[in-house]
C-alpha cells in the first residue's frame, strides 16, 4: 500500500506554477554550464531526519504522524520504513540518500543480533535501490546516541567504547561498500569535552587520528574506494567539539597523516554555530584541496541550536553554488538535505513541500551562480582588486623575486605606497542583486 497515495511525481512546471506538488525551478535535465542540473546537484534525502524525525524537543514529544509506523521498532517496521523512504524518493526524484547504521534498523540486545538486524535491513534497502536507481551518496554510523557513548566514542577515557565504535564503523563501511555507496562521513558526535580539568585532550586527539587510521586501512582491505568526509561541527552536543571548523578539520587531518584520505562535508548550520558564513567554510575547504559535500540546511540566527531548517534563501544557495562551480562542482559529493521539518509541520505532506522548497532554491541558487559566472563583470571587479599584484613588484614578490631587504630598498626610495583603492562593498553587493531580482 502507497504511504503516499495523494502525491504523484513531482515535475517541474516552470516558475509561474502555483502548484505545491511542484518544480518551479528544479528541472533535473536542463543544462546549466553544460551539465544537467541534477548532476550539479546530487540531491540526497538525509533519512535520520525525514524517517526518523520525531518533532520532539526539549519540551515535549514528538508530534509527526507517520501512519506507516508500527507500535514497536521491530526489523519488520523498519524494513516497512525503508519501502516508505524510496517510494518517497522516488516521487520527489531525488538521486541519493544517506542514512546512519541506526536510523535504518532497530539495535539489538547484543553487537551480534544489532548485526543481524542490520543486514536484514539493508537486504530491503538494496532491493529498492535496484528497483528505483537511487543510489547511497553516503552512509555512516551513529557513535553518539547509545548512552555507551556518553563520554564519546573514538575519544572516550573508556578503551571499550573505542573498541565498540571501531567494530560498529567496520560494518557500517561494509555496509556502505555493499550498497555501493559513493563516500563515507564522520561526524564527531560526543568526541569533543566539556571541561579540560576531567580531559587529556592530547590522548583524545590521538586516539581520534588513530580510529580514522584503522577505518581507512580496513576500507582498503575490503576494497571500499568511496571517500571518507570529516563533517566539521563546533559545539553541540559538547561544548568543545573537535571537528571545529574547516581550518582546524584541515590541520587535524594533516597534523596525524591522514590528508590524502579525506575531504570535507560542509553543513551550512555548523558553520553559523562556528561563527562563519557557510561560504567562508566553503572557500577554504575549496582552495585547500578538501572540498567533498554540503550537508544542506540552515539555522537561525535568534536560536542558539543546530535547528536544521530547510533552505529557502536565494542568497544562501547562491553562495554555495558559486563555491562548487568555482572549484568544478560534485565529484562523489552532493547536496544532502540534512534538515528537518519543524515540530508543528507534522503532516506527511510537509516532507514533500520542506523537499521541493530546498531543491527549488538550490536550482535557483545554481541558476543565479551560472548567470553570475557568465556575465563575469563581479570577477573582473575582484580581479581589479588585486591588480597590484598581477605585474610590477606584486609580480614579483609572487614569483619569490623579493626578500626584506630588497622590499625596504624599494620603498625607501620610492617614499610611501601607492594610494588605496575602494573596497566597494556595497557596489559588489549591487552586482550580485542584478542577478537576484
Ligand atoms: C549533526 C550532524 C549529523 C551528521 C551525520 O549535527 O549534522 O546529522 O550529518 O552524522
Ligand atoms: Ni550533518
Ligand atoms: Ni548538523
Not at 555507551?148 to 563501511?173: C, E, I
Not at 609572487?398 to 562593498?425: C, T, V
Amino acid at each position: 500500500m502507497a504511504a503516499f497515495p495523494q502525491v504523484s511525481k513531482i515535475a517541474y512546471e516552470g516558475p509561474k506554477s502555483k502548484n505545491p506538488l511542484a518544480f518551479r525551478h528544479y528541472n533535473p535535465d536542463e543544462l546549466v554550464e553544460g551539465k544537467p542540473m541534477k548532476d550539479h546537484l546530487r540531491f540526497s534525502v538525509a533519512y535520520w531526519h525525514t524517517m526518523r524525525g520525531t518533532g520532539s524537543d526539549p519540551f515535549g514529544p514528538g508530534t509527526m504522524l507517520r501512519p506507516w509506523e508500527g507500535p514497536q521498532d521491530t526489523v519488520e517496521n523498519a524494513c516497512n520504513r525503508v519501502r516508505v523512504a524510496f517510494e518517497f524518493m522516488e516521487k520527489l526524484g531525488t538521486p541519493f540518500f544517506c542514512f546512519h547504521d541506526r536510523d535504518i534498523a532497530p539495535e539489538g540486545k547484543t553487537l551480534a543480533e544489532t548485526n543481524k538486524n542490520l543486514d536484514a535491513v539493508v537486504k530491503v534497502v538494496k532491493e529498492e535501490m535496484q528497483r528505483t536507481g537511487i543510489r547511497l551518496l553516503w552512509g555512516t554510523a551513529n557513535l553518539f546516541s547509545n548512552p555507551r557513548y556518553v563520554h564519546g566514542a573514538a575519544t572516550s577515557p573508556n578503551a571499550d567504547a573505542f573498541a565498540f565504535a571501531a567494530a560498529q564503523v567496520k560494518k557500517a563501511l561494509e555496509v556502505t561498500k555493499e550498497l555501493g555507496g559513493a563516500g563515507y562521513v564522520f561526524w564527531g558526535g560526543r568526541e569533543g569535552y566539556q571541561t579540560l580539568w576531567n580531559t587529556d585532550m592530547k590522548r583524545e586527539l590521538e586516539h581520534l587520528a588513530r580510529f580514522m587510521h584503522l577505518a581507512v586501512d580496513y576500507a582498503q582491505k575490503i576494497g571500499f574506494d568511496g571517500q571518507f568526509y570529516i563533517e566539521p561541527k563546533p559545539k553541540e552536543p559538547t561544548k568543545h567539539q573537535y571537528d571545529f571548523d574547516a581550518a582546524n578539520c584541515i590541520n587535524f587531518l594533516r597534523a596525524y597523516g591522514l590528508a590524502a584520505h579525506f575531504k570535507l562535508n560542509i553543513e551550512t548550520n555548523h558553520a553559523t554555530l562556528a561563527g562563519h558564513d557557510v561560504e567562508h567554510e566553503l572557500e577554504y575547504a575549496g582552495h585547500q584541496g578538501f572540498l567533498g559535500s554540503v550537508d544542506a540546511n540552515t539555522g537561525d540566527l535568534l536560536l542558539g541550536w543546530d535547528t536544521d531548517q530547510f533552505p529557502t534563501n536565494v542568497y544562501l544557495t547562491t553562495k554555495i553554488m558559486l563555491a562548487f562551480l568555482k572549484y568544478g562542482g560534485f565529484t562523489t559529493g552532493g547536496v544532502n538535505f540534512d534538515a528537518k521539518v519543524r515540530r508543528e509541520s507534522f503532516e506527511p505532506a510537509d516532507l514533500f513541500y520542506a523537499h521541493i522548497g530546498g531543491m527549488d532554491t538550490f536550482a535557483m541558487g545554481l541558476k543565479i551562480a551560472a548567470a553570475i559566472r557568465a556575465d563575469g563583470e563581479l570577477d573582473r571587479m575582484l580581479r581589479q582588486r588585486y591588480a597590484s599584484w598581477d605585474s610590477g613588484l606584486g609580480a614579483e614578490i609572487e614569483a619569490g623575486k623579493h626578500d626584506f631587504e630588497s622590499l625596504e630598498r624599494y620603498m625607501l626610495q620610492k617614499g610611501d605606497i601607492e594610494p588605496n583603492a575602494s573596497g566597494r562593498q556595497e557596489l559588489f553587493e549591487n552586482v550580485v542583486n542584478r542577478f537576484i531580482f
